[in-house]
Structures are given as C-alpha cells and as structure tokens.
C-alpha cells in the first residue's frame, strides 16, 4: 500500500492583526474589570456601616462615578469610599454597627464575589471575541 498526501492550500483573511486583536482584547477586560467593580460595589452595599447614609452614598457608583478608577494599562480597578471615615469603619473590628453594617465589608464582599468578577471581565472578553 501506498500512502497519499493530500495538500491544501488555504489562505485565512482575517482582517485584524495581533496588536488590534491584543487592543480588543485590552478594552473589553478594562470595560469588564469596570463593571466587575460596579458589581462589588453594589453588592456590598448592604453591609456598609450605616447611621446616615454619608458613607454608603460616597462608594455609590451610580451617583460618584469617582467610587471606581480602572487603570487600562496595568487591568487594576480600585473601589472605594472617599468620607474621612471610610477607612476607620472598614478596618477597626471592635466598633459596634446597631443599625446595620459590619467591618470589613468590601473585603468581605470581594472575596464572596470573586467567581462573579472573573466570570463579568470573562463575558466581556468573550463579547468582544465574537464582534
């Protein structure tokens, strides 16, 4: 028996190079990486020290769209609360919350969170995987 080899030509015109593809690819992570932040945010909302409401309100980012910083280049997203109080009521553990809240809730709300943020930044990929 003899064997055959079958050869085929094919050309793939893919009308995108490796930078605008790795471009795409940067973007729709940073836009993800935007809305994984939103999401956290959001979702610890209720867990947020509350006595007025000055402090939930400054990590809102419907209304402080400052509450969230993406850095594109580096894919880091930052959140946060921006009252002088922000930090002491997150970090001490021993400060009594009567009327609702608990320390370390954003901490505490990232890390039950995180599947969701990979699979936020993941759909967004994807998306732009697909256009």
């Given at each position: 028996m003899s064997e055959r080899v079958i050869e085929v030509d094919v050309r793939l015109d893919l009308h995108v190079t490796p930078e605008q593809l790795a471009g795409e690819i940067g973007?729709?992570?940073a836009k993800g990486l935007y809305l994984a932040c939103e999401h956290v945010l959001t979702t610890a909302s209720p867990r947020v020290p509350y006595q007025s409401g000055d402090l939930e309100r400054s990590g809102d980012p419907t209304s402080r769209p400052g509450s969230i910083a993406v850095d594109n280049g580096k894919l880091e997203g930052m959140i946060g609360?921006?009252?002088p109080y922000?930090?002491?009521q997150h970090e001490e553990l021993d400060?009594?919350?009567p009327l609702r809240g608990e320390?370390?809730?954003l901490e505490l709300t990232l890390y039950e969170e995180m599947a969701t943020v990979r699979?936020?930044?993941a759909t967004q990929i994807r998306r732009a995987l697909r256009s």
């Open positions: 973007r729709a992570a609360y921006d009252t922000a930090v002491a400060w009594d919350h320390p370390k809730w699979r936020i930044v």
